[in-house]
T-cell receptor, first 109, second 111 residues
Framework: GEDVEQSLFLSVREGDSSVINCTYT??????LYWYKQEPGAGLQLLTY?????DMKQDQRLTVLLNKKDKHLSLRIADTQTGDSAIYFC?????????FGKGTTLSVSS | DTGVSQDPRHKITKRGQNVTFRCDPI?????LYWYRQTLGQGPEFLTY????????KSRLLSDRFSAERPKGSFSTLEIQRTEQGDSAMYLC?????????FGSGTRLTVV
C-alpha cells in the first residue's frame, strides 16, 4: 500500500538552510505536497510539485523531486524562528492524500 | 468566504456519548474530505464527498462513524458511543481540482 516516510526531527540555527526529506511509494502520484502545521492549528499548504517536474522554487522554498528514487525534499533558505513547526509530506492516492508522520523543525536563535 | 471552517474547535465528551462536528468548505469547492490526526501522526484519510455523494470511505471509518453532506455544501461527522480511542483532531479539507485547503480542526477529547 501507499506509505510516506519522513525523518522525525530537524534542528537548525536561525539563518541556516533547512532540508527536510521524504520518501514515498506510489509512483502514480500526480502531485506531491508539503504542508506546515503549527501547534494546535490545521495544515497550511506550503507548496506542491507536479510529478513531471524535478524542481520548483517559491521564494525561500525549493522542492526537489527524484522520481526514480521516489524522494522528495523541501529546502527552506534563511530559516527563521517562525519556521518552527511540523512539516508534512503528502502524496496523492486516488482522491485522498497520504501523509507522512511529519518532521518537527526546531529553529534556535 | 475565507477558508474552511470547522465547529466546534474543541469538544470534551464522556465515553459513550455521541458527538457531531460540522465543516463548512470553501463555497466553490465540490470535494470535501474528513481526516483524523492523533498525536505524533500525520492526518489519516476517513472519507470523501464529491458534492453530496460520499464516494470513498476508509477502513478507519467504523460503523460508529457517519458523515453526511446533504446539500453538497456543509458536512457533518457524527461519532456514536464515543470511545477513548476516538480522541484526536478531526480535520476537514476541501478542494476543487488540486490543492487541498484544510480547516483548523476539531479537537475531540473523550474522558
Amino acid at each position: 500500500g501507499e506509505d510516506v516516510e519522513q525523518s522525525l526531527f530537524l534542528s537548525v540555527r536561525e539563518g541556516d538552510s533547512s532540508v527536510i526529506n521524504c520518501t514515498y511509494t506510489d509512483s502514480s502520484s500526480t502531485y506531491l505536497y508539503w504542508y506546515k502545521q503549527e501547534p494546535g492549528a490545521g495544515l497550511q499548504l506550503l507548496t506542491y510539485i507536479f510529478s513531471n517536474m524535478d524542481m520548483k522554487q517559491d521564494q525561500r522554498l525549493t522542492v526537489l523531486l527524484n522520481k526514480k528514487d521516489k524522494h522528495l525534499s523541501l529546502r527552506i533558505a534563511d530559516t527563521q524562528t517562525g519556521d518552527s513547526a511540523i512539516y508534512f509530506c503528502a502524496e496523492t492516492a486516488g482522491t485522498a492524500l497520504i501523509f507522512g508522520k511529519g518532521t518537527t523543525l526546531s529553529v534556535s536563535s | 468566504d475565507t477558508g474552511v471552517s470547522q465547529d466546534p474547535r474543541h469538544k470534551i465528551t464522556k465515553r459513550g456519548q455521541n458527538v457531531t462536528f460540522r465543516c463548512d468548505p470553501i463555497s466553490e469547492h465540490n470535494r470535501l474530505y474528513w481526516y483524523r490526526q492523533t498525536l505524533g501522526q500525520g492526518p489519516e484519510f476517513l472519507t470523501y464527498f464529491q458534492n453530496e455523494a460520499q464516494l470513498e470511505k476508509s477502513r478507519l471509518l467504523s460503523d460508529r462513524f457517519s458523515a453526511e453532506r446533504p446539500k453538497g455544501s456543509f458536512s457533518t461527522l457524527e461519532i456514536q458511543r464515543t470511545e477513548q480511542g476516538d480522541s484526536a483532531m478531526y480535520l476537514c479539507a476541501s478542494s476543487s481540482q488540486y490543492g487541498y485547503t484544510f480547516g483548523s480542526g476539531t479537537r475531540l477529547t473523550v474522558v
